[in-house]
């Protein structure tokens, strides 16, 4: 009887530290209200107008007027990044992408989020891309850098 009172709260513990470690290891530091859909940052490009500042925190920059950052789970990009925000006033729109993977696997958006709240910008958004930047920007025939 014994037994089965100490394998149950052990095995309940076991489940808890589990299911924390799973949520803990890629938490989302952005809202939804920050995420741009492809779409919409896509017909503002092809215009040309009220253009963001946008971001490539990925493996290269694909979509016109980026600045290509590089990887920022790298050390020295997430320092390029930063001396890029240095540059720019607190209040000024942001766009950040990666497009290597889906979000909970990508390595580079949280890095970029978290330099973006630590630095205290206040208008920057993540473009929602689902799958990768293949899938959700280029086989759509969002505009391309050639």
């Not at 040309?48 to 016109?64: E, M, N, R």
């Not at 942001?94 to 630095?119: S, W």
Request: glycine share 6%.
């Amino acid at each position: 009887m014994k037994r089965k009172t100490i394998i149950k709260p052990g095995l309940l513990l076991c489940v808890i530290l589990l299911n924390t470690g799973i949520h803990a290891q890629n938490p989302e530091n952005w809202t939804k209200d920050q995420l741009v859909q492809p779409a919409d940052l896509a017909k503002i490009v092809e215009t040309g107008k009220d253009l963001p500042v946008i971001f490539s925190v990925g493996p290269g920059a694909y979509i016109p007027h980026s600045v290509n950052i590089g990887m920022v789970k790298e050390k020295e990009n997430l320092d390029k990044l930063k001396t890029e925000l240095k540059k720019l006033p607190k209040d000024v729109e942001i766009v950040v992408y990666c497009g290597c993977c889906p979000f909970e696997h990508c390595p580079n958006v949280r890095p970029a989020i978290q330099a973006l709240k630590d630095m205290k910008f206040t208008h920057y958004r993540l473009l929602n891309l689902e799958h990768n930047i293949k899938m959700d920007w280029i086989d759509k025939g969002y505009p391309v850098v050639k």
